[in-house]
């Protein structure tokens, strides 16, 4: 049963869309992750019967992408869309408080693309300097840090 799976890459496009501020199609995709998640049936079954557009939420193109994901495991969909931001998106979310849009703006300010980075530039007092951020924000993310770090170094 791969739904967890289909769910996890399409909240994972959806996360990434979310950077590039695209936020109708974002809802989309976690619409459609949200149906398949919720899905009693195996969703290969649903796909075997030809009814996955038949779930709320799913269309042509986001049927393709639960088919590739069934055939191949991955997503190359999602794969582009990681190299447009070159940061450890994975990792970084492990960070309580950090959302997609917030890791854009440090990537983009700060030029964070890992949890050391994000650390060396919270400790030098930088985040706090950034629009929308401020000390009370840096001390959390400090806080949060140690918690995230196990949770990678256990993956």
Known sequence: MKNQLVASILNQVADLMEM?????????????????????????????HGKLQD???????IAGKIEEIIDTGSLK??????????VNYDELMTVEGLGPKGIKQLYQELGIKSLDDLEKQAKNHHIRRLKGMGDKTERKILINLGFAKKVVEEV
């Open 20 to 48: 590039e501020s695209v936020d109708f199609r974002t809802k989309a995709y976690r619409r459609a992750a949200h149906t398949v998640e919720i899905q009693s049936e195996a969703i290969e079954e649903i796909r075997e």
């Open 55 to 61: 779930l709320p939420g799913i269309g042509d193109k």
């Open 77 to 86: 969909y999602l794969e582009n869309l990681k190299q447009e931001f070159p």
